[in-house]
T-cell receptor
Framework: DSGVTQTPKHLITATGQRVTLRCSPRSGDLSVYWYQQSLDQGLQFLIQYYNGEERAKGNILERFSAQQFPDLHSELNLSSLELGDSALYFC??????????????FGPGTRLTVL | GQQLNQSPQSMFIQEGEDVSMNCTSSSIFNTWLWYKQDPGEGPVLLIALYKAGELTSNGRLTAQFGITRKDSFLNISASIPSDVGIYFCAGQLPEGSQGNLIFGKGTKLSVKP
């Protein structure tokens, strides 16, 4: 158990809909990262938050957004869903210090299926 | 963008055999990490490497951070059935860059009892 929790574990929805994925980081970690894992693309970084502020952005679509709340949990919002958005979405957390030793620990993921 | 080349893509070995996999990149990384992922689960950190040339062990696992900072390998000795899974390397870019990880495509390991 990494200490990172994600809900829900599974989510099935229809095209055009909007969903929210939730992540609670490990105790003491200030940084939260979101990744998407699909069969053809592997693990792709989406976005990072540190202590409530966006720190880095990766391959995140405009239809997707995220935020980190004062209690440090984070939510990833996916809207106008398309079939191709079906994937595993992982949250990771770390202490958040810049530089070499900031190790990321992953949650169990949310499997999103868009029908 | 940065890419990691991880090989082999898959391995099918006999229990008790040693395993070796590696990652290379055209970019320099500050940190190399090795994760294992079981089906339907999140990646679990196996070994973290923070210095060029560093050699680190975790039980039957040994990993090294290449001197050039552009490569890393992971060895598993005396494999057992529970070693089955997908192994990912990940690199973290030098300070000043984004804190996100760049992942390899994974090595799928199958172990025959």
């Amino acid at each position: 158990d990494s200490g990172v929790t994600q809900t829900p574990k599974h989510l099935i929805t229809a095209t055009g809909q909007r969903v929210t994925l939730r992540c609670s980081p490990r105790s003491g970690d200030l940084s939260v990262y979101w990744y998407q894992q699909s069969l053809d693309q592997g693990l792709q970084f989406l976005i990072q938050y540190y202590n409530g502020e966006e720190r880095a952005k990766g391959n995140i679509l405009e239809r997707f957004s995220a935020q980190q709340f004062p209690d440090l949990h984070s939510e990833l919002n996916l809207s106008s869903l398309e079939l191709g958005d079906s994937a595993l979405y992982f949250c990771a957390s770390s202490v958040g210090v810049r530089g070499g030793t900031d190790t990321q620990y992953f949650g169990p993921g949310t499997r999103l299926t868009v029908l | 963008g940065q890419q990691l080349n991880q090989s082999p893509q898959s391995m099918f070995i006999q229990e008790g055999e040693d395993v070796s996999m590696n990652c290379t990149s055209s970019s320099i990384f500050n940190t190399w990490l090795w994760y294992k992922q079981d089906p339907g689960e999140g990646p679990v950190l196996l070994i973290a490497l923070y210095k060029a040339g560093e050699l680190t062990s975790n039980g039957r696992l040994t990993a090294q951070f290449g001197i050039t900072r552009k490569d890393s390998f992971l060895n598993i000795s005396a494999s057992i059935p529970s070693d089955v899974g997908i192994y990912f390397c990940a690199g973290q870019l030098p300070e000043g860059s984004q804190g996100n990880l760049i992942f390899g495509k994974g090595t799928k390991l199958s172990v025959k009892p």
